[in-house]
Each structure stands twice: as structure tokens, then as C-alpha cells.
């Protein structure tokens, strides 16, 4: 299956939002010989990410190739995102034709700006679960770690766009290929200080 998965790019965006899930498709397309992931952002200027980092994107929404997923990640600041038209204008337009719309993060609050979560169940970082619910429209779904609605997929902060996108990959192709991207990946979360000691 020959995919293609974009993850659109914007100021301020959380790098890990999108590097997790960009690798975890990159080593799926790797190991099954075809597809690829590509970025895409509204113009071809170098994206300032909120850490600092910069990142050049491939293709601008005006030369983008057709997309079988798309990923929107989340941010610190979603100004840039939120305040452009031809941005929100262009999620909406892939919504229509992907097979899967996803989010990560925040990036949830880009589609509710869209209008793309109005009568379906979400989720977003803890610390944005207040803004999401603040549309009466959507269901928000606050302790899940991502949660899948028809062809909607959101999830909470960071890893968990990792965990979103090890299942997405199980959707797609099966199980067993996302248990290989995960081990591949080395994705066996331990974190330290769990507990006092």
C-alpha cells in the first residue's frame, strides 16, 4: 500500500509533536518498501519550531502531493496556525480527501477551528482540555490517550502522538507491522521517577 502522510508545519510547533510520529512512518514506509512522509507548510520558508529548532519544509500547500494522512501537530503558541485563513482553509480541504485526519497536542484546537470536530469525541494536551471543551460541539474525552472518531484520530501531548501513531499504522497495514515500527523503534516507555525511592 502506497501511502502518502503529511504532517503540516507552521511557527512555533512542537518538534517532538511531529519528529515522534515522522519517524514511526518513516521506518513503516522503510519496512514495507513504499509510501513516504513529507512536510508541508504554508510557504517554503525555514519553520522556527518553539524550541528553537528549524526545519525546512518540502512542499507548500500550493505544491503538496495528494495525501493518504494527514498530521496536524500541536504548539506552544498556535497563533500562526490559528490566525491564517489559507492555513485552517487547507486542514479543511484534506479532511475531505485523506483517509485519516489526525492531530497531536494542541493540534486538536486547529481542527476545532476547522470545524472538523464538531459532533465527534476528542482529546488534547491536559493543560488545553478546558479551551477543546469550551466548543460544546465536541465530546472531549480528557483521560484517553488518543482517541479515534470515524476518520478522526486526536491525542493528548507528545508520546502520545507516538502511541497515536503506532496504532494508526496497525489500522493501516496490521497489528504485527506496528509491534515491528514499535520494537524497531525501541518505543518501550520507562519513565524515571515514577515514584518517590
Not at 482529546?123 to 478546558?130: A, F, Q
Request: one cysteine or more; hydrophobic letters at 45%.
Amino acid at each position: 500500500m502506497n501511502l502518502t502522510y503529511g504532517i503540516y508545519l507552521y511557527p512555533e510547533v512542537a518538534s517532538l509533536d511531529f519528529v515522534g510520529p515522522y519517524e514511526a512512518f518513516d521506518l513503516s514506509c522503510y519496512l514495507l518498501k513504499s509510501g513516504r512522509v513529507v512536510t508541508i507548510a504554508e510557504t517554503d520558508e525555514p519553520i522556527v519550531c518553539s524550541n528553537g529548532m528549524e526545519v525546512k519544509p518540502q512542499f507548500t500547500f500550493d505544491t503538496a502531493p495528494e495525501l493518504d494522512i494527514l498530521l496536524v501537530p500541536g504548539a506552544n503558541s498556535l497563533e500562526a496556525a490559528l490566525n491564517s485563513e489559507k492555513a485552517i482553509d487547507w486542514v479543511r480541504q484534506q479532511a475531505d480527501t485523506v483517509r485519516f485526519t489526525t492531530a497531536v497536542c494542541t493540534g486538536a484546537l486547529i481542527l476545532q477551528k476547522a470545524g472538523l470536530l464538531a459532533g465527534k469525541k476528542a482529546t488534547t494536551h491536559w493543560m488545553l482540555i478546558e479551551a477543546l471543551s469550551a466548543d460544546e460541539s465536541v465530546t472531549v474525552m480528557p483521560e484517553m490517550r488518543y482517541v479515534r472518531d470515524g476518520n478522526m484520530v486526536t491525542s493528548q501531548g507528545v508520546s502520545a502522538g507516538i502511541d497515536m501513531s503506532l496504532w494508526l499504522l496497525g489500522e493501516l497495514h496490521s497489528p504485527a507491522h506496528a509491534r515491528e515500527v514499535r520494537k524497531v523503534l525501541h518505543y518501550d516507555p520507562a519513565p524515571p521517577y515514577q515514584a518517590e525511592v
